[in-house]
């Protein structure tokens, strides 16, 4: 039973609504039941569910573009949580009923705002159950139709966990979206999240799961699976929503990483529904002034940070110009002290050839068990195939920039300028120079080879 109660918190009009870090103890949320078992016919009978809305807004629109309804269950005047009423109605044979109760109740909370509100979208969960029980679309339909909605204003989440009977889950997904009903995978990111799943299903929305959006802010590898999962979307034509932001920081972040649709108590608790009200704008206005100073920002720093690396660059290339192929790794090593953020440097040939081996100027401490994958390139190494050479040479990109990556001198994160050299019998070199990436680096997602970065060196 502690198993089902973790699986299958987020239900049909239910939301996990206690977070891991809650602001404050669950009994100020919930009645505590433990000791007097819910009664779930009566309460479907009595129809004692009611439904919160959760927005979901557009920072770079700066609206709301849909609200998650959320179901709370009611006895003798208390809130009964979301857990302990879906496990009961488990225990009692009657998911799919009170699955069925929640989504009709929703509908019709919902149903005065979106009839007002034009193009207002209405989130409902479908419990894993009722996907593998019998056709429910059509009696969905009628009721979206009812509601004065039309299906393609309804999205319907569902869980990866439905998954675990894919024909019958897969059935359920056609019939949906041939009934005009848009598709969310929820979750993703956790759990029984896999990406065969995306293929199986092609979601019209992926929404993110709170744990991936958890310290985004800080945790590198977060953001590059956020990253890709935004990319992912864009090119399955389809959007991202990211799920728990508690935080501007969180916010700011997502934001950075090219996504844009956000849902958490930051902006908005769960509530009620208010004379056809759309919840408030402040915390989503106060983000997009906040991002857009941040953007300004970056770009100032962005630019101060590439000038330095020019800057670098270029003293490096006065000390190699004109000096013989066989002074090029000597000399490299006696400036090495001087450039604390270079952290390693090399020269290739016309064809892509190193030249000479790699000067290390101050690299990371590379652990043991990664020291076959990452070791410093020796003389003699092609890096033909690399961008930061053909680009170079080929598409005459001078000087080449490359994104944050991690190069094989020590395994850091890097970014590497690359342009060409002169050498004292008149014959073209590429200096290749691996910076340590910045902080600030890491979570943008431009690429940095734009013609504003990419002015020729004199």
């Known amino acids: ?40 016919r009566a309460l479907i009978a009595r129809g004692e569910v009611e439904t919160h809305f959760q927005p979901i807004t557009s920072i770079r629109r700066q609206n709301v573009l849909g609200l998650e309804a959320l179901a709370r ?20 044979n009657l998911t799919s009923d009170l699955d069925l109760l929640c989504r009709n109740i929703a509908l019709s ?24 029980l019998g056709d429910h679309v059509g009696e969905l339909e009628r009721t979206v139709r009812e509601a004065g909605l039309e299906p393609n204003r309804v999205v319907i989440e569902l869980l990866e966990v439905a998954f675990d009977a894919p024909e019958k889950a897969l059935q359920l997904v056609h019939r949906l979206r041939s009934a005009g009903f848009l598709i969310a995978l929820d979750d ?42 935004v990319v992912l979307s864009e090119r399955i034509g389809g959007w991202i929503i990211a799920e728990g932001i508690e935080t501007q920081a969180q916010a700011l972040a997502v934001l950075e990483l090219g996504g844009d649709l956000m849902q958490g108590f930051y902006f908005a608790r769960p509530a009620p529904l208010k004379d056809e009200e759309l919840p408030s704008l402040e915390r989503v206005n106060e983000c997009g002034r906040a991002f857009k100073e941040q953007t300004l920002g970056r770009i100032l720093s962005n630019r101060r940070r590439y000038g330095a690396r020019i800057e670098t660059l270029t003293s490096l290339l006065d000390t190699l110009r004109r000096a013989p192929v066989s002074e090029f790794e000597p000399l490299l090593r006696e400036r090495s002290s001087e450039f604390p953020r270079i952290e390693s440097a090399c020269i290739l040939d016309d064809r892509g050839e190193q030249v000479c081996d790699t000067v290390l100027f101050s690299p990371a401490p590379l652990a043991q068990r990664k020291s076959v994958m990452f070791a410093p390139p020796a003389r003699g190494t092609d890096h033909s195939f690399k961008e930061y ?52 680096e890491l979570c943008q997602t431009d690429r940095r080879n734009g013609r504003d970065q990419n002015e020729p060196l004199n």
């Open 389 to 440: 050479f053909y680009l170079l040479s080929e598409a005459r990109l001078n000087p080449f920039v490359t994104e944050t990556y991690v190069p094989l001198p020590s395994g850091d994160l890097c970014v590497t300028l690359t342009t060409f050299v002169r050498c004292a019998l008149g014959d073209n070199y590429v200096l290749v120079v691996h910076f340590k990436a910045e902080l600030e």
């Open 109 to 132: 909370s919902f149903s005065p705002l979106g009839t007002a509100q034009d193009g207002l979208m209405l989130f409902v969960n479908m419990h894993p159950i009722t996907t593998q």
């Open 1 to 40: 039973m502690a198993g089902f109660k973790r699986q299958h918190l987020r239900l049909s009009g239910i939301s996990r609504v206690v977070k891991s870090h809650p602001p404050f103890p669950d009994s100020l949320l919930f009645m505590n039941s433990a000791d007097a078992p819910l009664d779930v």
């Open 73 to 92: 269950g009611r006895r003798d005047g208390s809130l009964v949580s979301p857990g302990e009423l879906f496990e009961q109605a488990h225990a009692q």
């Open 188 to 229: 993703v990111g956790v759990g029984h999240s896999n990406l065969d799943r995306i293929a199986q299903i092609r979601p019209d929305i992926l929404k993110a799961d709170r744990s991936l959006l958890d310290g985004i802010d800080t945790d590198y590898v977060k953001r590059e699976v956020f990253k890709s999962l």
